[in-house]
T-cell receptor, first 117, second 113 residues
Framework: GAGVSQSPSNKVTEKGKDVELRCDPI?????LYWYRQSLGQGLEFLIY????????KSGLPSDRFSAERTGGSVSTLTIQRTQQEDSAVYLC???????????????FGPGTRLTVT | GESVGLHLPTLSVQEGDNSIINCAYS??????FIWYKQESGKGPQFIID???NMDKRQGQRVTVLLNKTVKHLSLQIAATQPGDSAVYFC????????????WGAGTKLIIKP
């Protein structure tokens, strides 16, 4: 079936504007993750969803960042009043621990490259 | 705090040679490790994992070796091909988490023709 998809693939925005990033996980995957990847760096965990609930929001960098997931499927990451330091690639991943027995085997989307000017 | 890190940011190998990508970790209690491959413009892709009760695990053309004594693991790729060009990440679970990983910065593997 289809993999994880993200949209848009690229987003250029002006400092101070709000942006919404979308993630469509693999159908049936109950767990969903958002990460941020700066140039040449590893992945920085932002938030984890199990179903529609987010038991762990500890990675969100500030209160300008929020995320929601509806219907146990699509998720949206919203960044309000964007700053230049928000520029990065935002990656979404999903997993199905019940099927694979391994919550660490995550399936990633191609990411959204966000540039704040 | 916990850390996972790769030794070299870039590794250049001749096509057909074997590649060895190294990774060190700080938490001696870590009991699981995972390698991901990230090709340009794509998200990371699971390659292989290993649990701490093993020293070695083999996949298709890849082998992961774990040395718990020195807290080191390596990913070996046999007969490196152009399609192996990517950034390789090692990762380990954050202590007491069953879903959160701590990631190294990645090693970029460059294949010379």
């Amino acid at each position: 079936g289809a993999g994880v998809s993200q949209s848009p693939s690229n987003k250029v925005t002006e400092k101070g504007k709000d942006v919404e990033l979308r993630c469509d996980p693999i159908s049936g995957h109950t767990a969903l993750y958002w990460y941020r990847q700066s140039l040449g760096q590893g992945l920085e965990f932002l938030i984890y969803f199990q179903g529609n609930s987010a038991p762990d929001k500890s990675g969100l960098p500030s209160d300008r960042f929020s995320a929601e997931r509806t219907g146990g499927s699509v998720s949206t990451l919203t960044i309000q009043r964007t700053q230049q330091e928000d520029s990065a690639v935002y990656l979404c991943a999903s997993s199905s621990p019940l099927l694979t027995g391994n919550s660490y085997e995550q399936y990633f989307g191609p990411g959204t490259r966000l540039t704040v000017t | 705090g916990e850390s996972v890190g790769l030794h070299l940011p870039t590794l250049s190998v001749q096509e057909g040679d074997n590649s060895i990508i190294n990774c060190a970790y700080s938490n001696s209690a870590s009991d699981y490790f995972i390698w991901y491959k990230q090709e340009s413009g794509k998200g990371p892709q699971f390659i292989i994992d290993i649990r701490s009760n093993m020293d070695k695990r083999q996949g298709q053309r890849v082998t992961v070796l774990l040395n718990k004594t020195v807290k080191h693991l390596s990913l070996q790729i046999a007969a490196t091909q152009p399609g192996d060009s990517a950034v390789y990440f090692c990762a380990a679970p954050v202590c007491d988490s069953n879903y959160q990983l701590i990631w190294g910065a990645g090693t970029k593997l460059i294949i010379k023709p």
